[in-house]
Structures are given as C-alpha cells and as structure tokens.
C-alpha cells in the first residue's frame, strides 16, 4: 500500500515538472515569429538613412524619348536629411532650369513652329509644342530622394490641330482681311516689310494652335537679309535692322482681330504709326516684344500675306465648311 502511494506521488511530480517546463515548441515559434513581424513593422517605421544604405543614394533623371540619363543627383550632398526645405528649393531651381534653360543649356520647353505650305501646296512641317511639368517632376523627384532611382521627365507633346484632308480646301474662303499702304522709296524698309510677310504666308493654324509672330519671322538680321530702316524705340525714330517688320505684325493683328481668337501678347508702339489707326498696332522686337495669339475655335485657317509695290494685304481663309465657326459672334 504504501509503494503504491510512492508511485502517484512520482506521476503527480512529474506532471508538475512537466508543467513547468513552459510552452510548447509550436508555440514558441509562434511567438517567435510575432515578434520578428513586429520587429521588421518597426524597421519600416524607421526612415532611411545614407549611413545604413552601402551604395551612395543618387537620383538619376531620365530623357524618356532617348533613355538617356541627362542629370544625376546626390540627395546627401544636397542636405536631403538635414535641410528638407532647402532641398526642395535646390530641385525646384534645376527642374526650372531643365525646363527653361540657362547661358549655357537649351531647355526642353520648345515653342511650336506651326507647319506652312509651300509654292506647291504641299506642306513644310514645323515642330511640336512641347512642355516640361515642372511641379510633376519635382514630385517624382523627392518620392525617390530617400532610397534613390531614375525618374523620368514627364514632358507633354502637342501637335498642330488640323487634319492633313483639309489642306486642299484651307485656301477656298478668305473669311478676314486687312490692307496697310507704305512709300515705295523706303527700299530698306519695304524690303524688311517684305522679308516678314514672305515668313507669314501660308501659314497653317489649327485648332489650339499657338501663333508667334517672332517663332515664326525669325532673328531680323542681316544675315537673313533684313535691312537698316527707321524704327520706334523709347519714342524716338532711329535706324535700326529690321524696321519696318511692325507694319506686318500690326496689319496681321487687324486682319486676325476679325475671327474668334484670343490674344496671348500684343504691345503698342511708343509714338503713333500712321499705317494702322491709333491702338491697333502690335509693336514686335525678336527677343523681346512678340505678338502672340492662339486659336480657340476648332478648325483650322490659313494665313495669306501678299506683298505688292506699295501694300500688304493679309488674308485669313479656310475651306468652306468651317466659315461659319470662323465668325465673331
């Protein structure tokens, strides 16, 4: 009787014993594994740093028509950690300057250069107008600052809008007209007048489309044949290479005042002109002054110039069927 009595006390025991051993092995690699899911959601809480990364951090932008690498970055050197504020000011200037250009480097900002036809009716194109999203890029540019990679610049194309079926008919109807006379013993002058209305001929604007009397004229140099003639500057009548241009941006100003479009620039000379009446001048120096206005309806039109011995008349046409739209209400 009294084994017996030993013997439960021994089972009882080592069930205590066994008891107190803890959990079991399935359980402890649950716990394990709880803790090591908390740990690695505390590491993500984390931000990164440049000491823990083992490769420099750079930013690389990217051209995405050639897939060229045209800046790299080293958020480090630019305080990315110390001077968040100052940093984004740093991008900011060099995506402007991406955008716009400096002295020394183009931007990637273009103008368009509206197509024309030729002698034969067939067309010259020009280029697209293409634009930068500056702020778009800035954005892409401080998501990837901390771990670093290539952002691509996000630049937006636009092509002149008009159809090339419509070509044929874009000379039938001359829905706007305007006509500036000049002296005919103004040879330099006349010449310059002549030069700037050849450049404007045939000149496609299409819906949308964004006309720049400068883009389109080009430097008034004597390289590209433009002649010493009297000009306004600052309310006085000097000479200067190139004068005489205003009389074209001025009567292509009253022949297109005449359709639905909207002004984007025009200036007025600083004394009065006696070919156009006073106010409906539209004074242009390349560089600086342009005569800008874009087409807001949704067809196209044409721009006839026709330089004769003592005029210029400027012709807006288009095919027949878009006449009525052409129309200011």
């Known amino acids: 009787m009294k084994k017996k009595w030993m013997t439960t006390l021994?089972?009882?025991c080592t069930i205590g014993l066994v008891g107190c051993q803890g959990k079991s092995a399935d359980e402890k690699k649950q716990e394990q594994h709880i803790q090591e899911s908390e740990q690695k959601a505390?590491?993500?809480?984390?931000?990164?740093?440049?000491e823990q990364q083992t490769e420099p951090v750079v930013v690389e932008i990217v051209d995405p028509s050639t897939k060229a690498i045209i800046q790299t970055i080293s958020p480090k050197e630019m305080d990315y950690e110390r001077d968040r504020q100052s940093y984004t000011k740093q991008i900011e200037q060099l995506v402007k300057e991406l955008a716009r250009g400096n002295e020394k480097t183009a931007g990637y900002d273009k103008r368009m250069i509206l197509d024309k036809l030729d002698n034969q009716g067939k067309v010259i194109k020009g280029s697209p107008l293409i634009v930068l999203k500056e702020s778009?890029?800035?954005?892409?540019?401080?998501?990837?600052?901390a771990t670093g990679g290539k952002v691509e610049m996000p630049l937006y194309i636009t092509e002149s809008g008009y159809y090339f079926e419509d070509i044929p008919s874009l000379e039938n109807v001359v829905v706007a007209s305007y006509k500036t006379y000049f002296n005919t013993h103004d040879?330099?002058?006349?010449?310059?007048?002549?030069?700037?209305?050849?450049?404007?001929?045939?000149?496609?604007?299409?819906?949308?489309?964004y006309f720049s009397f400068n883009t389109v004229v080009g430097?008034?140099?004597?390289?590209?044949?433009?002649?010493?003639?009297?000009?306004?500057?600052?309310?006085?009548v000097v000479m200067g290479i190139g004068g005489g241009v205003c009389q074209t941006s001025s009567t292509l100003f009253n022949a297109i005042d005449?359709?639905?479009?909207?002004f984007v620039e025009r200036h007025h000379h600083s004394l009065d002109v006696g070919y156009v009446p006073k106010g409906r001048d539209a004074t242009v120096s390349y560089g600086g002054l342009?005569?800008?206005?874009?087409?807001?309806?949704?067809?196209?039109?044409?721009?006839?110039?026709?330089?004769?011995?003592?005029?210029l008349t400027v012709e807006i046409r288009t095919a027949e069927?878009?006449?009525e739209i052409l129309k200011k209400p």
Request: aromatic share 8%.
């Open 321 to 323: 069927k878009y006449v």
């Open 136 to 145: 778009e890029l800035v954005e892409k540019i401080l998501e990837v600052s």
């Open 290 to 311: 342009d005569f800008r206005f874009q087409n807001t309806t949704d067809v196209p039109f044409l721009i006839k110039a026709n330089y004769s011995k003592n005029a």
């Open 219 to 236: 430097p008034r140099d004597e390289v590209n044949g433009f002649q010493p003639a009297p000009e306004i500057i600052n309310k006085k």
């Open 10 to 12: 021994c089972i009882i």
């Open 42 to 50: 505390e590491d993500i809480k984390k931000p990164v740093t440049f």
């Open 187 to 209: 040879v330099g002058r006349n010449k310059n007048i002549e030069l700037s209305a050849k450049a404007i001929n045939n000149v496609i604007v299409g819906s949308g489309d």
């Open 258 to 262: 005449q359709i639905p479009v909207k």
